[in-house]
């Protein structure tokens, strides 16, 4: 275990899942759809989000950050819709589809990323006790999310 701040390893993950769908941008930038990456990034990111929405933001709720998670939690729903998109894009080998598709995904997550770094984050790493704290790395470093599990917004158009 590293001395990162949970917030900071949320952080960290950002950046990991973000190289991950650099290396799918990369090739599409090419016309090539990079399966592997998109699939790897797309299930990275899936997990990052349910760490976020079982462990994370719920004391942060109960601490009265009401209109910070909804946003959130509305912004993962629109999130997983795209995930879902694009899955289905790269399995038509659709690349302009796709590229359509990224563009609004990448835009909504670098907005997303940064509002979670700047507010969320830092008041999770104020509010979480330690035992919760120590739950949601582990989570994020080992935990599985089960099968079928879906965000709390996700479909909602
Ligand atoms: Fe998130
Ligand atoms: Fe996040």
Excluded at 21 to 44: C, H, K, P
Aim: glycine residues 6%; contains cysteine.
């Amino acid at each position: 275990m590293d001395d990162r701040t949970v917030g900071q390893s949320l952080e960290h993950d950002h950046h990991l899942i973000d190289g991950q769908f650099a290396a799918f941008a990369q090739a599409l930038a090419e016309d090539r759809i990079d399966t592997a990456s998109l699939s790897a990034a797309t299930e990275a990111l899936r997990h990052h989000i349910w760490v976020e929405e079982q462990l994370h933001f719920p004391p942060l709720r109960e601490a009265g950050l009401f209109g910070p998670v909804l946003v959130m939690l509305r912004e993962h729903g629109e999130i997983w819709n795209l995930l879902d998109r694009a899955a289905a894009q790269a399995a038509q080998g659709s690349v302009a589809d796709l590229e359509q598709t990224w563009h609004s995904l990448a835009e909504l997550l670098t907005a997303h990323n940064a509002k979670e770094e700047q507010i969320l984050y830092p008041s999770g790493d104020q509010i979480l006790d330690e035992q919760t704290a120590r739950a949601v790395a582990t989570a994020l470093a080992t935990g599985a999310r089960p099968d079928g599990w879906v965000c709390q917004m996700a479909g909602q158009r």
